[in-house]
């Protein structure tokens, strides 16, 4: 069972997991935990057999957390988002959307010239790790991939999740099972019981509602999941439950590090697991590549996402002081359609990492980004945060009659960078004929020009 679940282990660790061992050594989960470095684990969804597209993850998921300060910051990526997948020999690349990274480590009969270090029993999990690592800068420690009937049996074995749900959710072109009819699925506003079925269809539905929605809801399944184990004391039967689903789940976690990652989730409050969703509400960009809809970065040298990605767990004395601060637009130098300002991007994405930010009034022309700082120096945290982030002069001014005391002006300096207009290629001009030895070649004769 154990290697069925997690090739990478051996006998030995279900003995160190058995008499509650832990290691220190350096890079181990028991030293980042006690260093409070910051641990990633990808969380991936995917149909499994009998599905179409067997192996595309349905859902991408990163956990970051700070195991010292229990902090934890839950970071959804669309599976349309194009990337380049590291998958071939000699550091090559395949061009994709990342929901494949997962199927062309996974199936080696159809993808059978990839690296020899993703032909392996993990290569799947393994090569969507890889991505997400070359895409994010972050180093993606450990990964799950759950396909839909161990997600249903896992909600089931709970005895079920208990939801609040926001807004109402119809979708009548819901896959119908392992055919390819559709169903009408439906779910009310409030709190509701949901079993197995029910919770799959509330986080797989994604025909009429945005990809923000839906990592939104993805999410709170989790964190429901989460709160029915604790609630439960289900953490002790951790490897009974993984037995019913060995089939159905894999993972390059070792026993040990199973445990020590539970005991830890279950010491981090609801309250301090911030929600991020990367989609085109903020830093993405809907366009068509060989005919298919996907998403690319508005900032195509990945800055901007490498950096928020880099700094979304604060420190929490910082987060806790609750400063209120304003986003300000004080440039013109930006291409943000159907979406807003650079300032009300901004301000989402600080308030989804827990900042009290707010969108403020546009601001006059400036060349260069400012932390307009009128707190005295009461909150230096907050500005030196800000300053790091947006790599701002900081301008130190009397405190305003009203509103926040700091304002963050945007300068062309961050939005040029981060929302720059997409390049499109120049339309080729027309051939001009070249005089040819063996035809003729001025327009309107017969003799094709060359190249």
């Not at 005919?291 to 990605?309: C, S």
């Not at 304003?326 to 807003?340: E, K």
């Not at 900042?355 to 700082?373: C, E, F, H, K």
């Amino acid at each position: 069972m154990l290697h069925a679940i997690s090739p990478h282990s051996s006998p030995t660790d279900l003995i160190v997991t058995l008499a509650h061992a832990q290691t220190d050594e350096p890079g181990s989960l028991g030293w980042k935990i006690k260093h409070d470095e910051r641990i990633n684990i990808l969380l991936l969804g995917y149909g499994g057999p009998g599905h179409d597209g067997a192996f595309l993850t349905d859902s991408i998921m990163m956990l970051s957390i700070r195991g010292g300060s229990r902090q934890a910051v839950m970071i959804s990526f669309p599976r349309d988002l194009w990337v380049r997948i590291p998958a071939l020999p000699n550091n090559g690349y395949m061009a994709g959307k990342l929901n494949n990274a997962y199927a062309i480590g996974t199936d080696h009969r159809n993808y059978p010239n990839v690296r020899a270090q993703w032909r392996t029993d993990t290569g799947g999990g393994d090569l969507a790790a890889a991505t997400i690592s070359q895409l994010t800068n972050q180093r993606v420690d450990y990964w799950v991939g759950v396909d839909f009937k161990a997600f249903r049996d896992m909600v089931n074995a709970l005895g079920g999740v208990q939801l609040n749900i926001p807004t109402p959710l119809d979708d009548p072109y819901y896959p119908a099972g392992e055919t390819t009819g559709y169903m009408h699925i439906h779910f009310n506003v409030g709190p509701q019981q949901l079993d197995g079925e029910h919770a799959l269809e509330y986080a797989r539905s994604r025909e009429t509602t945005s990809d923000f929605d839906r990592s939104r809801r993805q999410q709170a399944i989790m964190l429901a999941v989460r709160q029915k184990a604790m609630s439960l004391n289900a953490v002790p039967h951790l490897f009974q439950l993984l037995s019913a689903l060995q089939d159905n789940v894999r993972t390059n976690l070792r026993p040990q590090d199973m445990q020590q990652l539970a005991d830890l989730a279950g010491q981090i409050k609801e309250a301090d697991i911030r929600h991020v969703g990367i989609d085109s509400n903020n830093l993405l960009r809907p366009t068509f590549v060989n005919g298919q809809y996907v998403l690319l970065p508005r900032d195509p040298t990945l800055a901007l996402l490498q950096r928020y990605l880099a700094m979304a767990l604060p420190d929490r004395a910082d987060l806790a002081a609750g400063v209120p601060f304003q986003i300000r637009d004080g440039s013109r130098r930006y291409w943000l359609p159907y979406v807003g300002t650079p300032a009300k991007v901004m301000t989402g994405l600080m308030q989804e990492i827990g900042w009290n930010a707010s969108q403020g009034s546009s601001a006059p022309l400036v060349t260069q980004t400012q932390i307009r700082d009128g707190s005295g120096g009461a909150a230096a945290g907050t500005v030196a945060w800000l300053q790091q982030y947006f790599k701002a002069v900081v301008v130190v001014e009397p405190a305003p009659s009203a509103g926040p005391a700091i304002s963050v002006v945007l300068g062309p300096d961050f939005t040029a960078k981060a929302f720059p207009a997409p390049v499109i290629p120049a339309t080729p001009r027309p051939l001009t004929p070249h005089p040819s030895s063996t035809s003729s070649s001025t327009p309107g004769g017969s003799g094709a020009p060359s190249p």
